[in-house]
């Protein structure tokens, strides 16, 4: 059923204003999706949502402040996924069930847990859509709240994950409690992704892994994924769009980019460093976040107008 759903949406064109890197399989189960719609970026308030990037940001009709991951990103996940076909990946945060979709139709076994899975309309929005993609005897939907939900899980079926997704809060400290819970799970050849890692708080989790020997990278995408890897697996080749001028946060600033060219000079986050440190008990990753809060902030203030703006206009109609 998969083929046969691969098969039928190959045959599709990208929508203008998407972007998927160039080497990638490409998959379009978005007629799985009846209730996917172009949202507007300044309909959200995520202070780290990052509105500058010019690729379609997109949303549930229903719920239209939270968006999918991009196009880009969901090939990011279906690509990496080819890598593991058969073997069990886990999925935190799903919210309608856009990146499962992907996950599955990349052939892995898939766990996903998230709160939301215990609300009945979306419980059945994401069945309905796995249903139509042909792959929900496939995806194990546990409803609950990581990390308890995760080792729980684990301890119940005697789990170990290859393949990691990681979505879910993204405040301190839950990125880091997620991390340490999937790494305890992980099997030795393992890969952990990450979304939303323009937020400084889910860069700890990144950092985390780096810290305790994992290999590490950055994918340039409209919210910035990250990747983990250890044993005998590889992570995805990615190429940034190259229309948009990328930036990387300062607590980015140490990782490596999928498909850039390393720039040996010293930017002005390394530079800024080398002044305060003297002057502060904060070590380099504190640092670092806290001048990514800053310098996100500078382009909120920019785009806090617009979205007030919108706001209001929505509320009077």
């Not at 995520?46 to 509105?51: C, E, I, K, S, V």
């Not at 997704?165 to 099997?187: K, L, R, S, T, Y």
């Not at 890692?197 to 990278?217: F, Q």
């Not at 440190?277 to 920019?302: E, F, G, I, M, W």
């Amino acid at each position: 059923m998969i083929e046969k759903t691969v098969k039928v949406i190959k045959g599709e064109f990208l929508p203008e204003g998407d972007y998927v890197s160039p080497g990638f399989s490409i998959i379009q189960p978005d007629s799985c999706f009846p209730n996917m719609i172009l949202g507007n970026t300044y309909d959200s308030f995520w202070f780290y949502l990052r509105r500058d990037i010019a690729h379609n940001w997109y949303v549930d009709r229903r719920q239209q402040g939270t968006g999918f991951v991009s196009r880009d990103e969901a090939h990011i996940l279906y690509n990496t996924a080819l890598k593991f076909q058969g073997k069990k990946a886990l999925e935190i945060g799903c919210w309608m069930g856009w990146s499962a979709c992907h996950l599955a139709l990349g052939g892995v076994q898939l766990d996903v847990i998230d709160p939301m899975l215990s609300t009945e309309l979306f419980y059945e929005s994401v069945t309905d859509s796995l249903k139509s993609a042909g792959v929900k005897e496939s995806v194990n939907l546990v409803p609950g709240y990581s990390p308890q939900a995760v080792e729980e899980l684990a301890n119940k079926f005697q789990r170990k994950w290859s393949l990691i997704f990681i979505d879910g809060h993204h405040e301190a400290p839950a990125p880091v409690n997620d991390v340490m819970i999937c790494e305890q799970f992980a099997e030795q050849d393992a890969l952990i992704l990450f979304h939303d890692l323009a937020s400084p708080d889910v860069g700890e989790g990144l950092d985390y892994l780096k810290n305790k020997g994992w290999n590490t990278m950055v994918y340039q995408t409209m919210q910035i994924m990250g990747v983990a890897w250890r044993g005998n697996v590889e992570p995805v080749i990615h190429q940034p769009d190259p229309e948009i001028n990328w930036r990387l946060p300062p607590h980015l600033q140490k990782y490596y980019v999928s498909g850039s060219i390393p720039n040996l000079t010293e930017d002005k986050s390394g530079k800024m460093l080398k002044s305060l440190r003297p002057n502060t008990l904060l070590n380099q990753a504190k640092l670092l976040s806290l001048y990514s809060h800053v310098d996100q902030l500078y382009y909120y203030l920019s785009w806090l107008p617009r979205m007030l703006t919108q706001a209001i206009a929505r509320k009077k109609s």
